[in-house]
């Protein structure tokens, strides 16, 4: 296993060697670049070059690589150019805030695709199964920003239970962060609940037309513990396999929800980082990114090797 | 019907889960919500202790919550930004502008300019303090001075802090500077520059710890979220600040922020768009406030490196060829004044021909290309990319085009105009917003690039514009008659050259909550709320 891991280790690191060289050769292609933002509309080319000077711009393009690849490897990212602060720290927090948001939408997803999957199988009337569906359905189609301006209109502004937009720590006020989080939250598990949730309706609805649940009827088994002991643990693989998957959903979702609700993720920040030309804080976010999928690419191999040592010998 | 109608492949029909039991099970969430929100994030006025006064007299107490659109940018923190609204919260400036821009003690306590011009001195307050505790003395302004004459500062009116060639004090409480010639924004300068504390000038440009002498403290900054104050119990004003702390939080999304506007969750913004105002402005809830200045003025800039504008005359063609009423009441929701000129109506270089001299007279447009031999023109036009940007750009292609005028439109991001802005890159024609016209008219010429005489975008130069607006800015007095005749040349030669060609002046829109009384904004758009309060 050591050897194998010593053999695709290398090829690993020329990928992110690779990706740090073409993130910040792309940033710099981009018009624009962060002396100028900061220097506002009404600056000299003078208060221009000061400031490129400051911030290292005026040295060659590679001296600016090899001086970030060293920031990289010694873990000291140094400060963004433009939002302020570190940039370990603004990528951490932002870190923490997307996971937050997205574990709260998780939780959503499966609290409300199962009972609709459930209740839209068990539903006595067709009409009202059918409801379901449509209702699943419109959650698929309608895009987040849709949605998330219509859940505001709804819970803040119509009903006022909830706040419009914002955050607070779930450490300091957690009171207070539950209801900031719950219509972003909402607003991105709506889509992937609803495919959760016709993916387990047409689980459940295979099993229940299966031979054994006709038997379990025929022997008077209650319906009750049917669908919940029988038909559930048959219909629920397929469902984690499909959960799995909208996990990617969710945290690429994040980016518009983030934006929508004012919550300041990951997404917050790479917008904000684009928009001002923040090099470090772009450059080190999209390395982590790239650094996330290497690091699963690799677990991935492993596993394999681990699974089918046929793999270790090729 | 009890048991599963196991039809031929079909659904079996399953009624395990009752209504009552889902009903159950909601109630208990909702339950579980509201054992866990113990405080409501809805509440508009959070912490809000009124204490004292009659129903018209100030109340003590309560947290102001102001939306933003765009975070704070601390490396701007000495420019004027898309977000200075805090730079008073934190600091003073030396003095400040009334209404008649005369200016009004603040840190500066009394002053006295030289018979020649060449020399200010100012005596101080003795009883500030910054947040630190450390006291505010001339070393501190001296301090603030030089910090402007760093270029990576970017100030905007570094120009006329560099006129600053000598500090000379007098004790503690009295300094003296000498300037290398006269200047008649020199109190523009005092409006603009914020006295930090210059042990922590750096931690403040990494937005870490903002230390000044103003009515609030800097608690804390979740960078793209929010920025919180709490009030300076030191703070040399007697009885001030009113209110308890400020919460500035970052909407960026128009529609959003409005909802949180309805909502009461933002007590105060400058940062509705004009359409959506128009919604509030009936509703009781809310107070609308519009200022002559502050959001910046819409102009068309032409690059006269490129032959097809060089002539003068195709530049009026297109300033007589827009319609700026449409614009202001299609684009910028009615927030706005048509403008042929840079300046606001509170400006001493505004008259009323100068602003309505080029008005939408598409037959004058097309007369004036006959005589300058244009039978056909293509032209393209950069905008910023941004939704307002792109319909001021829309309206402006399809009015040139019933002239004659083909327009390309070129969409670019922010960064990229600004840079096209600075290095002179910019195309044929481009439209944007100036700022720095709100004060005295000088600082326009020499602070705003678009304008500058020496050096600006459009790459126009003149021996007499030159000449006109060196006189202007060369000089002590601001406001006397021969100082008006000077500002009337720079006007004249900007109506006649229409390097710049103004269509109007979008003044800042105050969108405030009834509670929400006493603030004020400066020239430069710093907030100012020593006298704010939320009343009951």
């Known amino acids: 296993m050591r050897t194998f891991l010593f053999k695709r280790l290398p090829s690993g690191l020329a990928v992110l060697l690779a990706a740090s060289f073409t993130v910040f050769l792309m940033l710099r292609l981009i018009p624009g670049d962060p002396a100028t933002t900061l220097a506002g509309p009404d600056a000299s080319p003078a208060t221009v070059a000061a400031i490129r000077e400051r911030l290292g711009l005026d040295a060659p393009l590679l001296s600016q690589y090899l001086h970030w690849l060293g920031q990289v490897l010694t873990g000291d990212l140094g400060p963004s150019y433009a939002i302020g602060g570190q940039v370990s720290e603004l990528i951490g927090d932002g870190l923490a805030a997307t996971f937050q948001l997205t574990l709260a939408a998780l939780l959503l997803v499966v609290l409300l695709a199962v009972p609709t999957a459930l209740y839209a199988v068990s539903a006595r009337r067709r009409a009202l199964a059918g409801a379901l569906r449509a209702l699943t359905t419109g959650a698929l189609a309608v895009p987040p920003f849709v949605t998330g301006v219509l859940l505001v209109l709804a819970f803040a502004v119509g009903l006022g239970l909830l706040p419009a937009g914002g955050h607070a720590s779930l450490f300091d006020a957690p009171d207070l962060a539950v209801q900031y989080l719950a219509l972003p939250a909402l607003c991105l598990a709506l889509p992937s609940a609803a495919i959760l949730a016709r993916y387990l309706q047409d689980g459940l609805e295979r099993a229940l037309g299966e031979d054994y649940v006709r038997t379990a009827t025929a022997l008077g088994v209650p319906r009750r513990r049917i669908l919940w002991r029988h038909a559930l643990p048959n219909a629920l693989p397929s469902a984690v396999t499909v959960l799995g998957l909208q996990i990617g959903q969710l945290i690429a979702g994040a980016v518009v929800v983030e934006r929508i609700f004012a919550w300041p993720g990951l997404g917050q920040l790479i917008e904000q980082g684009v928009s001002r030309r923040d090099y470090p804080v772009v450059q080190d976010l999209l390395l982590l990114v790239v650094a996330g999928y290497v690091a699963v690419q690799l677990l991935t191999d492993l596993l394999y090797s681990w699974l089918d040592p046929r793999v270790r010998w090729e | ?536």
């Open chain 2, 1 to 536: 019907m009890n048991a599963f109608s196991a039809g031929s492949g079909g659904p079996l029909s399953l009624p395990a889960i009752s209504r009552r039991a889902l009903l159950r099970g909601s109630l208990a969430g909702a339950g579980l919500l509201a054992l866990s929100a113990c405080r409501s994030a809805a509440d508009p006025s959070p912490g809000a202790d009124a204490v004292s006064g009659g129903a018209a007299s100030p109340r003590r107490g309560g947290v102001l919550t102001v939306g933003v659109g765009v975070d704070f940018t601390p490396a701007l923190l000495f420019a004027q930004s898309a977000n200075s609204l805090l730079q008073r919260l934190v600091f003073n400036t030396l003095t400040r502008y009334d209404a008649q821009l005369q200016p009004q003690p603040e840190l500066a306590k009394s002053w006295e300019v030289a018979a020649d011009g060449l020399s200010v001195t100012l005596k101080l307050r003795e009883d500030v303090t910054f947040h630190s505790g450390r006291r505010f003395t001339a070393d501190d302004v001296v301090f603030a001075v030089k910090n402007l004459q760093n270029p990576v500062r970017s100030a905007q009116l570094r120009s006329t802090a560099l006129t600053v060639a000598d500090f000379r004090k007098n004790g503690d409480f009295e300094l003296t500077l000498v300037l290398a010639h006269p200047v008649s924004n020199l109190f523009d300068l005092f409006e603009f520059m914020i006295i930090p504390d210059s042990q922590s000038v750096e931690d403040a440009v990494a937005g870490t710890r903002l230390v000044g002498t103003g009515p609030f403290t800097f608690t804390d900054r979740k960078p793209g979220s929010s920025l919180s104050f709490a009030r300076n119990e030191k703070y040399w004003n007697p009885g001030r600040p009113y209110l308890d702390g400020v919460e500035i939080k970052v909407i960026p999304q128009a529609e959003t922020l409005l909802s949180s506007v309805r909502t009461g969750q933002t007590q105060l913004t400058y940062a509705v768009r004009g359409k959506d105002v128009a919604t509030l402005k009936d509703d009781e809830r809310f107070r609308i406030t519009q200022y002559d200045t502050g959001a910046g003025a819409f102009y068309i800039g032409a690059n006269l490196s490129f032959p097809e504008v060089q002539d003068k005359r195709v530049r009026q063609a297109i300033a007589w060829a827009i319609d700026r009423d449409r614009l202001v009441q299609q684009a910028l929701g009615g927030y706005a004044t048509v403008s042929s000129v840079p300046w606001p109506k509170s400006s001493p270089a505004y008259r009323e021909q100068d602003a309505t001299r080029y008005h939408h007279d598409p037959e004058k447009a097309k007369a004036l290309l006959r005589e300058a031999g244009v039978t056909s023109l293509s032209l393209p036009l950069a905008h910023s990319s941004d939704a307002g940007s792109t319909a001021v750009a829309q309206i402006l292609q399809y009015d040139l085009k019933q002239v004659g005028i083909e327009v390309q439109l070129q969409p670019v991001d922010s960064p990229t105009m600004q840079k096209q802005l600075i290095s002179q890159s910019m195309p044929a024609l481009w439209t944007l917003s100036h700022s720095f016209s709100q004060a005295h008219p000088a600082t326009l010429a020499v602070s705003a690039y678009p304008f500058n005489e020496a050096k600006n975008t459009s790459k126009f130069s003149s021996p007499a514009y030159t000449a006109a607006v060196q006189k202007a800015w060369n000089r002590s007095d601001a406001d006397s008659p021969e100082a008006k005749a000077l500002y009337q040349q720079v006007t004249d030669l900007l109506l006649d050259e229409q390097f710049i060609i103004d269509l109007a002046i979008a003044g800042l829109v105050e969108v405030a909550g009834a509670q929400v009384r006493g603030v004020t904004l400066n020239k430069y758009s710093y907030l100012n709320l020593d006298d704010a309060y939320l009343a009951g």
